[in-house]
């Protein structure tokens, strides 16, 4: 389910090792990463779920996890939080399958128009309803990557740590994504 809302800005802080490690030494330390992150991941999941109780339990959930695999982080100089949101994407995901939960992106009206841009060379006003309607047509995965980079304004370094995949892999992906989205609406406006 696509709805359009407005952009609001996430910024994402880079945990030094010094605060994975001192909540290694002592899991009370893991109240610093809890407090620091639990707004921003909150949002993250509530804009996929669009349900306050189900993300309120989500998060916790995703914490909770976190917590009990904080020795598989490996600080690589992404942010903690893009583990938080790999870990809260797998779990959407999972919920996704075993309860059938409907998953939602929120499409920003003023980054429509960037994306668009990248997708069109034209300046119809029609273009931004097809697109809408191009964007239904990706799948799930395509989906979360248009979000973060469009919508959520997250850097492709960002995503990359998300997804667990080479920056590079993030750009060919983008590029690729842009790509089906031009041939989904120069098929639609020859219709």
Known sequence: MLIATKQQTTSAHDDTPLLVK???DDISNFGVLYDRHYNELYRFIFRRLCDTEKSFDMCSHVFLKAMENLRKFNYTGKPFIAWLYKIALNEIYMQHRKRKLEIVYHIDVESLHQLRSDTSDE???????????ALQKLDRDEMEIVEMRYFEKQSVGFIAGVLGISENNVSVRIFRIIKK?????TKSSMS
């Open 181 to 185: 989205l031009k041939g989904i609406i």
């Open 123 to 133: 300046n119809q006003l029609d273009r931004e309803a097809m697109l809408m309607q």
């Open 22 to 24: 001192a909540a290694l």
